[in-house]
């Protein structure tokens, strides 16, 4: 093939910028020189964010409170004893007091907080049916194998929500009293517990099956609950537009945290009195103490939180910030005690010439 | 196969008939048989059917049908094997079966990781792109073998009788092809008829070996003397030959006819495929190989596949990386089973037990954790590298091929680079082993002087107009006419002014930097004569031998018809007319005029062949047909049967009376029947005359095999003893006064390398004597002369001439002339019959004739009558010396490695600055073993001993070391120069042995360059091996001639020059340049790109899977090592595939960390490539530290700014792939050096990309990627400040230390390469305008003694003192190099300087450079005397590395007085020549420079 390939007429290569490699560029020198504005305009930069940061984390209130029990100062103690090693352990409820000496400035949040609580770890995380939980009948009755062992039941019905982590879900329940004055009587603070979960997961991605006969019972009819639980799901509310798959507090714990540590989102408190924040004042969270994580060594937590335009309270980006930033400074000055010496050594070589 | 009526022809004893059959039996697996295709099959009416055997094998072969036929194909794949053949292809990579394994795990439930068909997607994208690619080529190599199947060429049908047209792969064995002239040969053909009446054909093997000169074909024997039409139809005969095989120049087999006879089949009977019929109108021959078979597709061995160092690396640390990804695996295995042990028994709610309800034990989940981590954590072995670094070698082998300064317009060809996949290796090379000839030198010879019976013939004046060629070249604008600035030249008789007409044309068409147009001439004209540049073509006689010719010219012509012309001669001018008779005759020169095909209008006067037979040789040789020029039929016929030029065949009495018949309706065709053999002179001349001076461009073209051949018959010429014919029985040459003469041809013995010599057995017109003349390697002739006896005066003549020559000789070698010496010896008769008796049966040998016939060859050329001897130069190369320099200050060891005689060798070293005149000269020329082991350890010693003593001479001597023009770039010793090492071929042989070769090596390493001559092919590529092996460096190996083959192949990067010589280094290169210069720019330039970018990119490719993989491990700690991933399997799949892809390849393609001008200012910054700066093991651990540093806080500043908040998985885990991206991009502008608008488009697209799929994927689907669901995901982060926040913050505190660090090394630290930039940067406009004064600038943090090149035209320090002191600075350091002024006065400084050097050089000399077993350890020039005036010192500093000659005074004031003026001239144009050297070096010249303009004296 030599002979047909070398018959070409002239070779002479194109002589065009791209080809020569000439194309115009922007050659930047990494020296002391270039780099001293550079980390002096970050390092200003980053410690402004810095501090508008860690004003606007610290602005933030929170409030939370260990009832796991296990220390014995508080009276979740004698709950926790009580379940210690039953399962299912029986119904326990506790209550936490605090006083607000101030108003709480709103919206509130109420979060739980488990810890130590691995909801990442792989061979629970894989352990649902996304498709049953989007209301797919037959993946009602059919759940994935992924879901096993809490796929079939004992008597081998189709368990609804199947999985590990709907079988975990967090069953402890939280009502907030407000006494306005020292020995009043406690009002029940509403806890808007619809909003809470993403509003994609409760409109989309969560569907109930369709209703039989209107009836959400009937559609799950042929479905075990979860060996864990004590109801079935479509019983998990009384209200219709928050029961079954799309309860939303079952919604919320199905988004599995991303750390071991991690909060979920229980109620925010915004209607009536309690739009503007918790007014000061006693307060008692009556706790059903349910969920047992003293065996593994877990703690739960109650935790009131406002939030701000960065979201919860989160001391730790201000901070970053501020380090980040004094460090870029401080590269800054170096830079420029090197950048100094080093043009003192550039000017005695321009004099050379 | 019929071989019994062969056997009984000639009947032998049976022993030996028995011990044939057993060999034949044997060699029958080897052999082919073809017959006609015309022919109905065989078997029934063969003849020979009788005998079983016969029969049996005819029906297997007989019918050609099994064999190949002549399509082309050159595909691999068909439509339906491609993909299972593509695919097992691909699997040989290991990397992919990787992958693919990988993929497939997770198909198993129980450790998956990802949605099995998404993980199967990268290596399926991979071996997609792969095979589209094979698919690709694969189709354009189908298209050019359909192109090159269709092409037509007339075959014979046996339906319609005559030649139709047919597709090249209708072709079949056995068919009947018809070729005219020009038509390119389709198949390998055995040449049964040509139209020409001597049954030759003129072949081009250009196509097949680049020669360009024409080689002669043959008709086979017994069909050449068919004056009709060859007739296919009555082809029967059978053609029994080789197997096919891949050796182009062999070929062997026999004919065997219908009535059994056998004719003897060779490879001047074979025309091959690919080559092209020229000079002839038409030939017909049967096929013998077809398609595949054929000798050129055999020899078609397509692109080689080399893995290079940095890719050997490469793997090295892909390695590590696995093992790395083990480690973490089972790190995290066992912390997986830890943590299942300690919370199942705990009953934890996150324990999700096995399938059936059992609980997992921790080992089955160690195990499952093991595996799934292998899965997760892949993308540490990056799947896209191999695919990206196969992309980028394809850009930068594009751009190595774009280089329009790689691009040779002279020849039109640009560099070709043959290997693919080793571009990077040539930023890495550490020692350059180089041929000489050709590759050096232009390999375009020059005739410069001779000298005849001990009297020498200067020729000034052709030095002098050689010397012009070179101002002509240089000069840019069009050359006025120079018909009238010619030199004076003596009287060339009648056509001179023909001559002068051309010279002036050819003047102007060749020159190297003319204008385009002009050297697409030079090349079209160089195309039809090969070997035949217009400065060999133009020789200006000496006046005083053109004399002497002239003389004996007329003399002769006086006395021809006398009984003993030659006698009236004195023994001088006999000498000299021997002398250019050998010069014209005795070659295998090819005369043609330009106009193609060749016309034959010939005269013929008398048909004479090489004498076959005794026979014959009696007939020929009785006294009447001396006297009768006429032809007998007899010697028609004898001749004819025997027509068969050169080593010939068996030797058989052709008695055929057909084939005589024919003969005789042949003869009357032949024109000048009735002259005899030596026409009246004066009518031929007057003849000749008249034909040739209307049309000038008439003039016959010699075409020769080697250039040295060429050159010498146009130096013949030049005295007007014209070669003007050559067939292959006979000689003739034009003089003017005697005419035409035509010699018979008798003999050629050919060149061949272990002779070192050719001759030629002739009958003398004039004398009738039967005369050899030889040419051949002086140490070769000289040893053949005739012993002469010191008695009787004539004795001592011939001996007194014989030192003469010999001095002459060493004095054409000191000069780097290729010398050779012409001999004639005069056979009687009697002689001539007893050799010829013998010669014969040598040739009719069967067994060794090859050995035989050297011997016959030795018997004859022996007691020789030398006559003279030649001087013949290879001129270097343009820019051979800078190239040598520059390489050298890159760091480069360039040891040269040629066949050439010591002399030549070290002169031509000299001239090319790759020997320094102040250094020293280490010679080793051993005798034997021992003797060489001795001076080994002799030289090691004396080597050792100088190192420590140099050290307090180091503050007297700096000053010399910025002087010398080159000084040793890896100066360990900056004191003084290492010296260089001469060694010869047979030395070389004992020194690589096995107990000497790590002597031998260490002593090469101390040396700044190694010269080793008279080496052989094998020793090249032994020294090769050896240097490459022990000291594990990377080589190269250029060269342009088959002898450097092994050599190129053996190195790590091998690099053809695409030159005069053939394609064979070329085919064996991974590098193919036009000349030597290129190599500057290939290595310093495109070499260090090539490994500065790939360097770069696999190192960023590292980083970037180690940094990735880094974010998932950590990660680990906090799922309890579940392998589970917050990165969304998409994001980790497709991360390093798609989104973070582009801007590193478009990085790796274009950045250019140092631009090309400053690369080739400072060529010390090649160094960082061999000292592997860029890509080491410490770079590579660096790197992979500041990956786990930059994914820890890539990893740990999301974790913390979400801990103790309610992200959910992929909430978390998208931000930190967004981090990772931007950190890569962030990382990648750090490393990129030149942002040019393709950079920032490819980080665009990137960052788009992610965030587009992001977005899609996440809106897409709810619920179908599982396990993951990461559905709104990426649309709720981008309305969450904290996500915008992290990502700000996560890069850049990723990359402030490596940014800190780099811009601190740059102000404090720089390394070379950053300076480099510096000062492009800095500069931009002086590097434009004069590039060296920026060059000038020295390098902070480079040590002051480091040497470059402009450092030596001043004394170290800064460019600008330089200049401004430039006046006054002569008078400061009066001894030292008076380049940068080289004024007058400065020269007169210098002379008295001069002289002592010259004394001291003189008295220093130890006697015999050449005494065998001697080391010579030469010190000519101390660091005071070196710097002389530059026009005036070289010649003197050249013979202060000659010994002991005599002539020693003599040459001196003679270069001296008359070479000065032309010296002078000489360096202006190469001032301008040169444009960098022009603005740089007010007058001056490097000595060497000047050495180079001295040879033209």
Excluded at chain 1, 251 to 264: E, G, I, N
Excluded at chain 2, 889 to 904: H, P, R, S, Y
Excluded at chain 2, 1160 to 1176: A, C, D, M, V
Aim: with cysteine; aromatic share 10%; charged share 20%.
């Amino acid at each position: 093939m030599t002979w047909s390939a070398t018959a070409r007429g002239a070779h002479q290569p194109d002589n065009t910028a791209f080809t020569q490699q000439r194309l115009p560029a922007w050659q930047p020198l990494l020296s002391a020189g270039i780099a001293l504005p550079l980390f002096f305009c970050a390092g200003l930069a980053f410690i402004g964010l810095g501090l508008g940061l860690y004003y606007s984390s610290n602005s933030i209130k929170e409030l939370e409170y260990d009832y796991t029990g296990g220390s014995g100062l508080s009276n979740c103690s004698v709950c926790a004893a009580a379940g210690q090693g039953r399962a299912p352990p029986p119904r326990c409820s506790c209550a936490w007091y605090f006083s607000l000496p101030e108003l709480f400035h709103g919206p509130v949040y109420l979060y739980y907080e488990l810890t130590n609580f691995y909801q990442n770890n792989r061979r629970y995380g894989v352990s649902r049916d996304d498709a049953q939980l989007s209301g797919l009948p037959s993946a009602l009755r059919h759940p994935v194998n992924e879901c096993a062992p809490y796929q079939l039941s004992a008597a081998g019905l189709p368990i609804a929500p199947c999985g590990a982590i709907a079988n975990s879900l967090f069953n402890d329940s939280f009502s907030l009293w407000h006494q306005r004055q020292p020995g009043g009587p406690y009002v029940e603070v509403p806890l808007d517990r619809t909003g809470i979960a993403w509003w994609t997961d409760y409109h989309i991605k969560f569907r109930n099956p369709p209703l039989v006969n209107g009836s959400l019972a009937l559609a799950f009819q042929g479905t075990a609950p979860p060996p864990n639980w004590d109801r079935p799901v479509y019983e998990l509310s009384p209200d219709p537009n928050n029961t079954g798959f799309i309860n939303q507090d079952f919604v919320v714990w199905m988004r599995t945290a991303a750390l071991p540590t991690f909060r979920k989102l229980y109620a925010r408190i915004r209607q009536g009195n309690y739009s503007a924040g918790l007014p000061r004042g006693a307060y008692r969270v009556n706790i059903t103490y349910n969920y047992p994580v003293r065996a593994f060594g877990g703690h739960k937590l109650i935790i009131f939180s406002s939030i701000s335009w960065m979201g919860g309270k989160n001391p730790f980006l201000g901070i970053a910030y501020l380090v980040v930033g004094s460090l870029c400074i401080l590269t800054g000055f170096v830079m420029l005690v090197v950048y100094i010496r080093y043009q003192d050594q550039n000017d005695e070589d321009e004099e050379d010439e | 196969m019929e071989r019994e009526p062969a056997a009984a022809d000639e009947p032998r004893p049976p022993g030996r008939r028995r011990r044939r059959r057993r060999r034949r039996r044997r060699r029958e697996g080897r052999t082919r048989t073809v017959r006609s295709n015309l022919l109905p099959f065989p078997g029934a009416e063969d003849p020979t059917a009788s005998a079983a055997k016969g029969a049996r094998r005819l029906r297997r072969c007989g019918g050609t049908q099994h064999l190949a036929d002549n399509r082309l194909k050159t595909t691999k794949y068909t439509l339906l094997s491609f993909l299972p053949k593509n695919l097992f292809e691909q699997f040989h990579r290991l990397a992919n079966v990787y992958f693919v394994f990988i993929a497939l795990l997770n198909f198993v439930p129980a450790v998956n990781a990802f949605q099995p068909g998404l993980a199967l997607a990268p290596v399926l994208f991979i071996l997609a792109v792969t095979a589209f690619k094979d698919l690709w080529e694969d189709y354009s190599r189908h298209r050019s073998d359909h192109e090159i199947n269709h092409l037509g060429c007339l075959v014979f049908s046996r339906e319609e009788k005559q030649y139709v047209n047919r597709f090249w792969k209708e072709i079949r064995v056995g068919d009947f092809v018809r070729l005219r002239c020009n038509e390119i040969i389709p198949a390998d053909i055995l040449l049964l008829s040509s139209s020409d009446p001597d049954g030759l054909c003129h072949i081009e093997t250009a196509n097949l070996d680049g020669e360009t000169n024409l080689k002669r074909r043959q008709v086979v024997r017994g069909f050449s003397e068919l004056v009709s039409e060859f007739n296919p139809l009555t082809f029967t005969s059978v053609i029994e030959c080789e197997k096919p095989n891949d050796d182009l120049t062999r070929f062997r087999g026999c004919i065997i006819h219908d009535n059994g006879k056998k004719a003897g089949l060779y490879k001047e009977n074979l025309l091959l495929r690919g080559c092209t019929i020229r000079n002839t109108e038409a030939v017909v021959g049967i096929v013998i190989y077809a398609g595949h078979e054929t000798k050129a597709l055999l020899n078609n061995s397509g692109p080689r596949y080399k893995r290079s160092q940095l890719e050997r690396q490469m793997n090295c640390d892909v390695l590590w990386c696995v093992l790395l990804l083990v480690c973490m695996s089972l790190f995290s295995a066992v912390g997986h089973g830890l943590w299942v042990q300690r919370y199942q028994e705990k009953k934890s709610l996150f324990d999700v037990p096995e399938s059936d309800g059992t609980s997992l034990s921790p080992v089955t989940a160690a195990v499952y954790s093991f595996l799934t981590m292998i899965i997760v954590l892949q993308v540490l072995i990056p799947i896209s590298l191999y695919v990206s670094i196969e992309i980028v070698k394809v850009c930068q082998v594009y751009f190595i091929n774009q280089d329009t300064e790689l691009y040779d317009e002279e020849t039109d060809s640009q560099l070709q680079c043959r290997a693919l996949n080793i571009t990077e290796d040539l930023g890495q090379i550490q020692y350059i082993f180089s041929d000489k000839t050709g590759t050096l030198t232009e390999n375009k010879m020059v005739f410069r002087r001779c000298t005849v019976s001990g009297i020498e013939y200067s020729h000034d004046a052709n030095a002098q107009r050689l010397a012009r060629y070179q101002e002509a070249d240089s000069e840019e604008e069009e050359v006025v006419p120079r018909g009238g600035s010619l030199p004076q030249r003596g009287s060339t008789g009648s056509h001179q002014g023909i001559r002068v007409l051309h010279r002036s044309q050819s003047t102007r068409s060749h020159r190297r930097t003319g204008s385009r147009a002009e050297a697409k001439r030079a090349s079209m004209l160089s195309r039809h004569t090969a070997f035949s540049s217009p400065m060999e073509k133009d020789i200006t006689p000496d006046p005083k031998l053109l004399e002497k010719v002239s003389e004996c010219d007329r003399c002769l012509a006086f006395a021809r018809h006398q009984e003993h012309p030659l006698a009236h001669l004195s023994p001088e001018l006999s000498d000299i007319f021997d002398f250019f008779i050998a010069l014209t005759i005795c070659n295998t020169v090819v005369v043609t005029s330009p106009d193609q095909p060749r016309q034959k209008v010939r005269v013929r006067f008398e048909l004479k062949s090489p004498v076959k037979t005794i026979e014959d040789f009696l007939r020929r040789f009785t006294p009447s047909r001396l006297t009768s020029g006429c032809s007998s039929i007899a010697g028609v016929a004898t001749s004819k049967s025997a027509h068969k030029s050169g080593p010939s065949l068996l030797s058989t009495l052709a008695n055929d009376g057909a084939l005589l018949r024919l003969e005789e309706r042949l003869d009357p065709q032949a024109p000048g029947l009735t002259s005899n053999g030596y026409s009246s002179g004066a009518d031929g001349w007057a003849q000749h005359k008249a034909a040739r001076e209307p049309e000038p461009e008439q003039e016959l073209r010699y075409e020769a095999e080697s250039p040295d051949e060429a050159a010498l018959v146009y130096a013949a010429r030049a005295y007007s003893c014209a070669l003007v014919d050559r067939l292959h029985d006979q000689v003739s040459v034009e003089l003017p006064h005697l005419g035409r003469l035509t010699f018979e041809l008798l003999h050629t013995l050919g060149f061949d390398s272990i002779r070192k010599r050719m001759s030629v057995v002739i009958r003398h017109p004039l004398t009738d004597e039967i005369n050899v003349y030889t040419k051949g390697a002086d140490s070769m002739v000289m040893d053949l002369l005739l012993p002469c006896s010191t008695d009787d005066a004539r004795g001592r003549h011939q001996m007194k001439i014989r030192s003469k020559t010999q001095n002459y000789l060493n004095l054409y070698a000191v000069e780097g002339l290729r010398t050779l010496c012409i001999a004639k010896r005069v056979l009687s008769k009697e002689e001539y019959a007893c050799w010829l008796q013998s010669h014969l049966e040598a040739e009719s040998a069967l067994d060794n004739r090859e050995e035989l016939l050297f011997q016959s060859a030795i018997r004859l050329e022996t007691n020789l009558h030398l006559l003279g001897a030649t001087g013949i130069e290879d001129r270097l190369q343009d820019g051979v010396p800078e190239t040598i320099a520059k390489l050298r200050q890159a760091g480069l060891q360039i040891w040269v490695l040629t066949g050439d005689k010591q002399e030549t060798a070290i002169n031509i070293a000299y001239a090319c600055k790759l020997l320094d005149h102040d250094e020293e000269v280490i010679t080793l020329n051993a005798e034997s073993q021992e003797a060489c082991a001795a001076l080994l350890d002799q030289c090691l010693h004396y080597v050792q001993s100088r190192s420590p003593r140099s050290a307090p001479e180091k503050t007297a001597s700096s000053m010399r070391v910025s002087f010398s023009p080159v000084c040793p770039p890896s100066a360990t010793t900056t004191s003084s120069p290492s010296p260089s090492l001469v060694i010869d071929g047979r030395s070389l042989a004992y020194a690589l042995e096995k107990n000497l070769e790590d002597k031998f090596l260490f002593l090469a390493k101390q040396c700044r360059s190694v010269l080793c001559c008279r080496s052989t092919p094998l020793q090249k590529s032994m020294v090769v091996k050896l240097v490459r092996s022990k000291l594990k460096a990377m080589t190269l190996a250029i060269g342009d001639g088959a002898n450097d083959v092994s050599m190129i192949q053996v190195a790590d990067v091998g690099v053809g020059i695409s030159g005069q010589e053939g394609m064979q280094a070329v085919m064996a290169s991974d590098f193919a340049v036009p000349r030597f210069r290129y190599l500057e720019r290939l290595l310093i330039v495109h070499g260090h790109w090539c490994y500065s970018r790939l360097a770069n990119m696999v190192l960023y490719f590292f980083y970037k899977n180690t940094m990735f993989v880094g974010l998932l491990f950590w990660f680990q700690f906090y799922c309890g090592f579940s392998a589970s991933a917050m990165i969304d399997q998409w994001y980790l799949i497709f991360f390093n595939l798609l989104f973070s892809s582009l801007p590193q390849l478009v990085t790796g393609v274009l950045d250019k960390d140092v631009p090309a001008d400053v690369l080739l200012t400072e060529p010390q910054l090649y160094k960082s490539g061999q000292n592997r700066e860029e890509y080491g093991p410490r770079t590579f651990w660096l790197n992979m530290a500041d990956a786990a540093f930059q994914s820890l806080v890539c990893f740990f500043i999301p974790y913390l700014a979400y801990y103790d908040s309610d992200a959910d998985m992929f909430t978390w885990g998208t931000p930190i792939t967004a981090i990772a991206l931007f950190t890569f991009l962030l990382h990648l502008g750090i490393e990129t050096k030149t942002w040019t608008w393709l950079n920032w488009t490819a980080c665009g697209f990137s960052i788009l990309l992610f965030f587009t799929v992001a977005l899609i994927y996440n809106a897409s689907c709810a619920t179908c990627y599982p396990p993951s669901n990461p559905y709104w995901t990426m649309q709720t982060l981008m309305g969450d400040p904290v996500f915008y926040l992290t990502c700000l913050i996560a890069p850049v505190a990723a990359l402030l230390p490596r940014l800190f660090f780099k811009a601190l090394q740059g102000s404090l630290f720089p390394t070379q390469l950053q300076l480099g930039r510096q000062l492009a940067k800095r500069s931009p406009k002086k590097l434009r305008a004069p590039k060296e004064t920026s060059a000038q600038e020295r390098l902070p943090g480079e040590p002051r003694t480091e040497p470059s090149e402009q450092g030596s035209l001043g004394p170290s320090g800064s460019f600008s003192q330089d200049r401004s002191s430039q006046v006054a600075w002569p008078a400061q350091q009066p001894a030292c190099s008076p380049e940068a002024s080289g004024e007058p006065s400065v020269v007169d400084v210098s002379v008295p300087l001069r002289e002592d050097t010259l004394l001291e050089g003189l008295s220093s000399q130890t006697p015999g450079l050449s005494s065998p077993g001697e080391v010579i350890l030469e010190c000519p020039g101390d660091s005071k005397m070196k710097p002389t005036s530059a026009s005036r010192a070289a010649p003197l500093s050249s013979i202060f590395s000659l010994s002991s000659f005599s002539s020693l005074n003599w040459i001196s004031s003679l270069s001296l007085v008359s070479g000065l003026g032309s010296v002078l001239q000489f360096s202006r144009s190469g001032l301008q020549m040169d444009k960098q050297d022009s603005e740089f070096l007010p007058s001056p010249l490097p000595p060497d420079q000047n050495l180079q303009a001295t040879d033209y004296f």
